[in-house]
């Protein structure tokens, strides 16, 4: 650093003592990285965020991502305030956004796991509930961690994902670590090939794993809604949940429709529907709004079909 204001501005670098942080692994070396370092006005700390990370003492590690996931705590909060009018845009913010915040963290932090405990039971008592406007059963709660093409909601547990994110991480880099280390010289097609290998064998266990907690969900839930689950899966009926709701495609839908396609899609009960059929007067359920013939309803689905055909075929 000495060196660096003498030798450094011929190179373009221009060293900024008072920026600089030294972190000390063991406390016992604190007092001689003060005395070595006190006349260039560097910090001398146990640990420092890093990167979007943090690399020192354990207990400053953990303080660090309790405090984040106390943020993200917050976050989550608002979103299931805002779920209350705009439940696909609240839904779209945490499942496309906010969770690969934590996620990052997750990739460069070991053993953080029981630090988001807090964070996934706000998750399941508050967010979701706001979501779908009413109570939600253990089974559903497990069954939303899993992907939309697996019958769930694409919310990561963010317990369980924690251990599975720094373990790839970690492989994932092992070239680059045994390069810093000297074990090994660097190697880009190597580390590439080494990347590639992990992530793959990742997914693999991550889709096994995925496979056979749906399974075992399937055995807790009552015929009704293990056929509506089983139906979403075997024919593919997810990607409506999976775009982001951008009203210039007409893909936002409001409170009301994106509740009625969740409950359609989890056998769930209807919000705010008359208990009888304005056409006929018979008692009024989703099966009987799909057949009642006074009602208007049939002639409404099959013109809003025919206009949304004729719209495409105008634009070819």
């Not at 590690?61 to 439940?87: G, I, N, Q």
């Not at 093409?149 to 251990?163: K, Q, T």
């Not at 989703?286 to 009642?292: E, G, P, R, Y």
Request: proline share 4%; with cysteine.
């Amino acid at each position: 650093m000495r060196n660096g204001h003498k030798i450094g501005p011929s190179y373009g670098y221009y060293p900024e003592p008072k920026k600089t942080v030294v972190v000390v692994v063991y406390e016992n070396d604190v007092d001689a990285a003060h005395a070595c370092f006190h006349d260039l006005g560097i910090k001398v700390v146990r640990g420092h965020r890093f990167l979007g990370g943090f690399i020192g003492d354990e207990e400053q590690m953990k303080r660090f991502v309790d405090e984040k996931v106390k943020d993200w705590m917050s976050h989550v909060l608002k979103l299931a305030k805002a779920a209350e009018h705009y439940p696909q845009a609240a839904y779209a913010a945490l499942s496309k956004s906010m969770q690969f915040e934590w996620s990052f963290l997750q990739h460069v932090i070991p053993n953080c796991s029981a630090s988001f405990l807090c964070l996934r039971d706000q998750i399941n008592a508050i967010f979701w509930p706001a979501i779908l406007d009413g109570g939600v059963s253990a089974s559903e709660l497990s069954l939303f961690t899993l992907p939309a093409r697996l019958g769930g909601m694409g919310i990561n547990d963010p317990v369980d994902s924690a251990g599975i994110a720094f373990s790839t991480s970690r492989t994932c880099t092992k070239k680059i670590v045994d390069a810093i280390k000297g074990h090994e010289e660097f190697c880009v097609s190597d580390h590439n090939n080494q990347m590639h290998e992990a992530k793959k064998q990742q997914k693999v266990a991550l889709n096994t794993s995925q496979q056979s907690t749906l399974a075992s969900i399937m055995t807790s839930l009552s015929g009704d809604k293990k056929h509506a689950v089983k139906r979403a899966v075997e024919n593919k009926a997810s990607i409506w949940l999976t775009v982001i709701p951008a009203s210039h495609h007409h893909f936002d839908l409001s409170p009301t429709e994106f509740r009625d396609a969740l409950a359609l899609r989890y056998h769930r009960p209807f919000l705010k529907v008359p208990a009888e059929c304005d056409g006929c007067g018979d008692k009024f359920t989703f099966q009987h709004a799909l057949d009642c013939r006074k009602g208007g309803l049939v002639t409404q689905r099959h013109n809003e079909v025919k206009d949304a055909l004729g719209d495409l075929a105008s634009k070819v």
